[in-house]
């Protein structure tokens, strides 16, 4: 992570911290970082900035998850959408949609649908659950643990 030591520039993407005695307070990001410190210098309590040069939007969501990881800035109540770090509500969504999948790969549309003849077998109470949880359990390791 390099740190900025020389002139702000404005339309390059920043990621900086805002300290107060000399403890992060808030992490954030701006393609304009000379407007946004402006706006700070109004709504928020600091004494100090850093700030740390980025080549892009992705880069800068990554460099703002870690350091609000990192630092856990009182002022700083979500971590952006980027590639490292998730929220909670986006992992929660992941999983529910890999539920969803499972569930519809276990009891297919067409056996729901003919339930009541002698063609099809449903599977039925614990057998369904274990092989539900199997795949989930699988895709959770694979999406979020094997990275």
Same mark, same amino acid.
């Given at each position: 992570?390099?740190?900025?030591?020389?002139?702000?520039?404005?339309?390059?993407?920043?990621?900086?911290?805002?300290?107060?005695?000399?403890?992060?307070?808030?992490?954030?990001?701006?393609?304009?970082?000379?407007?946004?410190?402006?706006?700070?210098?109004?709504?928020?309590?600091?004494?100090?900035?850093?700030?740390?040069?980025?080549?892009?939007?992705?880069?800068?969501?990554?460099?703002?998850?870690?350091?609000?990881?990192?630092?856990?800035?009182?002022?700083?109540? $979500?971590?952006? &959408?980027?590639?490292?770090? %998730?929220?909670?509500?986006? =992992?929660?969504? @992941? #999983? +529910?949609?890999?539920?969803?999948?499972?569930?519809?790969?276990?009891?297919?549309?067409?056996?729901?649908?003919?339930?009541?003849?002698?063609?099809?077998?449903? $599977?039925?109470? &614990?057998?369904?659950?274990? %092989?539900?949880?199997?795949? =989930?359990?699988? @895709? #959770? +390791?694979?999406?979020?643990?094997?990275?």
């Amino acid at each position: 992570m390099k740190k900025h030591t020389s002139e702000l520039v404005a339309g390059k993407w920043y990621v900086y911290t805002l300290m107060l005695d000399g403890v992060v307070v808030y992490v954030g990001q701006s393609v304009n970082i000379l407007t946004r410190m402006g706006c700070h210098s109004n709504q928020k309590e600091f004494t100090g900035a850093e700030y740390f040069p980025c080549d892009g939007k992705k880069e800068a969501n990554n460099l703002e998850a870690e350091l609000i990881v990192k630092h856990k800035p009182p002022q700083n109540t $979500l971590v952006p &959408r980027n590639d490292i770090f %998730k929220s909670k509500s986006s =992992v929660l969504s @992941e #999983i +529910e949609a890999i539920l969803v999948s499972a569930y519809d790969r276990v009891v297919p549309p067409y056996v729901i649908e003919y339930r009541h003849t002698k063609k099809s077998r449903i $599977l039925h109470g &614990r057998e369904t659950l274990a %092989k539900v949880c199997k795949i =989930v359990i699988k @895709e #959770i +390791e694979e999406k979020f643990i094997k990275n």
